[in-house]
């Protein structure tokens, strides 16, 4: 039985990538960046799964800087490194949209950044949020492909 991070995540949920897996990459957080990952799960990802009362997937979580640095598109900065984030997706069990989770967590959650996570106007792909107690900037982003390069919009 995999170690529960809280009500609704057990850690092996935010650690598990095929990525991880295929390239041989330990992907085992530190206590400290656990300790992260509790509060994102217990502040965010808890509270938008007891909102909606349905099972909501996580598609990315902690990301060792090995594995971060083998992901492509990924920010050297992310806060996947450090456990601050995840990201959620309704699509992985359905019965909500990644769209209402998005505006649930803007309109009601404290977090460090919202990001739109590319889509389309009606409905991202997924949703990235991270949150670090005591320094949440409720910034909210729009990622976009351009050129084959990923920016981000201030939303």
């Known amino acids: 039985m995999s170690e529960k991070l809280s009500k609704y995540v057990a850690l092996s949920e935010v650690t598990r990538s095929d990525n991880a897996k295929r390239l041989g990459i330990n992907n085992t957080p530190t206590d400290e960046h656990k300790e992260n990952l509790k509060l994102v799960c217990s502040e965010v990802f808890d ?7 349905k099972p909501i997937g996580i598609s990315s979580g902690y990301r060792s ?5 083998a992901t492509p598109g990924s920010s050297n900065k992310s806060h996947h ?14 019965g909500i949209t990644n769209s209402e989770i ?3 967590i803007k309109d009601n959650l404290e977090f460090n950044q919202l990001i739109w996570e590319f889509g389309n106007t009606a409905n991202p792909d997924w949703v990235h949020v991270s949150y670090v107690k005591g320094n949440n900037k409720k910034q909210i982003l729009k990622a976009v492909k351009r050129n084959g390069k990923t920016l981000y919009e201030i939303w």
């Open 47 to 53: 509270k938008v799964r007891e909102h909606f009362g």
């Open 65 to 69: 800087k090995a594995l971060n640095d």
């Open 81 to 94: 490194c450090t456990g601050y984030a995840l990201d959620i997706d309704a699509d992985i069990f359905g």
């Open 102 to 104: 998005f505006n649930y």
